[in-house]
Nanobody, 120 residues
Framework: VQLVESGGGLVQPGGSLRLSCAASGFAFSAYDITWHRQAPGKERELVAHITTSGSSTDYADSVKGRFTISRDNAKTRAYLEMNTLNPEDTAVYYC??????????????WGQGTQVTVSS
């Protein structure tokens, strides 16, 4: 199982970034996907969630209306489009998958994270 995040970097306030999570080694389409972030000195927090088919999404209040989570099951990739970024969005962003949906005891996998820094 491998999850590799990319797309992080330094961006000015008000700017945008698109994070990608490339997955391999498991039945990607059977897993829910979440993006989490962890800022220095803070606990890891859930940012966005998408169901297996992509038909349902939900977001933390702090990013609602600015971030969009999506997935491409054919390419086994997940995305987090981030707009109107502000310094409070600075964190390491992690991709997480949980599933498969048919399992009573689901597996949980994490990527290594990608740094997002919002600063002028």
């Amino acid at each position: 199982v491998q999850l590799v995040e990319s797309g992080g970097g330094l961006v000015q306030p008000g700017g945008s970034l698109r994070l990608s999570c490339a997955a391999s080694g498991f039945a990607f389409s059977a897993y829910d996907i979440t993006w989490h972030r962890q800022a220095p000195g803070k606990e890891r927090e859930l940012v966005a969630h998408i169901t297996t088919s992509g038909s349902s999404t939900d977001y933390a209040d702090s990013v609602k209306g600015r971030f969009t989570i999506s997935r491409d099951n054919a390419k086994t990739r997940a995305y987090l489009e981030m707009n109107t970024l502000n310094p409070e969005d600075t964190a390491v962003y992690y991709c997480n998958v949980n599933g498969p949906f048919w399992a009573r005891q689901k597996a949980d996998y994490w990527g290594q994270g990608t740094q997002v820094t919002v600063s002028s």
